[in-house]
């Protein structure tokens, strides 16, 4: 199939405008009207007592995120890592894990070595790919389609969160397969996500200019705390990625044992912060880097921002979600900075340099 780019400067901007119309299409295809989560190949987690969960880049920190919700929702056991590592380790598999792959291409070589190292030893082999004819597809028992369409920028946006998606719907059917309570309001809340983020995408912000700031940083940092912790780590990958500008994400408690030394005014530190149970904790990390002269860019909700936005260099407000569901949503801000930031660098958004889409060789 053509793709063109609808009249967007690249397609980066392209996919992140698509996210919420593939995000309703992805739930619609998994979740019935009565709020039944029907999975492909009847997957089961009353089968399983664990999950391993392996991809690269990307698709890595969908997993992390995925780690938190499978434990705190369905209360299983995740083992997450990166398919390099994972694949040469000789780590025991048990014979009653369900053993995940991840990946946009279904095509990362590395990815394709973990899942054969795991055939015959994991209960079952699940593949979560947008190519449903590749070769990790090929070699799954069971695929489950991520649906984003296809995906030209190397910078993955809107296949990540439908990644996201996929998982979180994975793990309420865990929790309901292994007779757990979802919280009330999540799977509504899922449903509602997609205008939500058409919101936040339409809403005229103030992203470009704070974009322009970051354009002139050498280092920035990205914090995050429990759920969202994962998407400080993917807006630092994305951020450096396509604006070369050296980026880390950390979660928000671990600043006191390394990256604080590095805060000055110069440092830009975006702060993730959902008003989940975590807010706080959060927020008194960005004050240590307020005291230290950090120029923070909090991004949290009405209430947190009004709250805590004044002493930040710049604030990004965002609608309040169900805990659970604010990977997703705090995904968009950080895209949004990404690319922003690397169009004011102009630098070659789309292909830049050194990365390819996928990496088929080791
Ligand atoms: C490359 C791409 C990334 C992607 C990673 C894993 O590094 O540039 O965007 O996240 O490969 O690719 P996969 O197709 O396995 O998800």
């Known amino acids: 199939t ?29 979740i019935g009207a009565d709020n039944t989560i029907t999975l492909p190949g009847d997957l089961n987690f009353a089968d399983y007592d664990r999950v391993l969960m392996v991809a690269c880049g990307t698709g890595y920190y969908a997993c992390k995120t995925a780690k938190n919700w499978f434990e705190t929702v369905a209360g299983m056991p995740v083992e997450v890592d990166v398919a390099s590592e994972y694949r ?17 291409s279904g095509e990362t070589a590395d990815t394709l070595a973990a899942l054969r190292y795991t055939a015959g030893k994991a209960a079952t082999i699940a593949a979560i790919v947008n190519v449903p004819e590749s070769s990790i597809a090929r070699e799954a028992d069971v695929v489950l389609p991520i649906r984003a369409g296809v995906e030209v920028s ?37 449903r509602a996500l997609p205008g939500i ?17 970051l354009a002139e940083a050498r280092d920035v940092l ?25 980026a880390e994400g950390y979660a ?16 830009p530190v975006i702060v993730l912060a959902p008003r989940d149970r975590l807010f706080d ?25 009004n709250e805590f936005g004044a002493d930040a260099w710049r604030t990004l407000t965002l609608p309040r979600v169900h805990p659970t569901l604010a990977p997703i949503l705090y995904t968009i801000p950080v895209q949004l900075l990404a ?6 660098k102009g630098t070659d958004v789309d292909q830049p340099r050194n990365l390819a889409k996928s990496v088929t060789v080791e």
Do not use: C, W
């Open 154 to 190: 190397v910078a993955s946006t809107k296949a990540f969160t439908n990644q996201l998606a996929i998982l979180l719907m994975m793990a309420a059917k865990a929790a309901q397969d292994r007779g757990k309570i979802l919280a009330e309001g999540l799977i509504d809340g899922l």
């Open 88 to 104: 040469y380790r000789e780590p025991p598999v048990g014979d009653r894990t369900l053993a995940l792959y991840l990946s946009q």
């Open 2 to 30: 053509r793709v063109d780019k609808a009249g967007h400067k690249h397609f980066m901007a392209k996919e992140i405008a698509e996210q919420p119309a593939l995000l309703a299409d992805l739930i619609a295809n998994y």
């Open 252 to 267: 928000a408690g671990e600043l006191k044992h390394g990256p604080i030394a590095l805060v000055d005014k110069h440092v």
């Open 222 to 246: 990205f914090l995050g705390r429990g759920a969202v912790y994962p998407i400080a780590l993917e807006g630092a990958l994305k951020l450096k990625e396509i604006s070369y500008i050296h």
């Open 339 to 344: 690319y922003h930031t690397a169009v004011a």
């Open 197 to 213: 983020l058409n919101v936040v995408l339409d809403a005229p912000d103030n992203v470009q200019s704070i974009s322009r700031g």
């Open 281 to 305: 904790k959060t927020v008194s990390n960005m004050q240590e880097v307020l005291a230290r002269g950090g120029k923070v860019v909090l991004i949290s909700d009405e209430a947190g921002i």
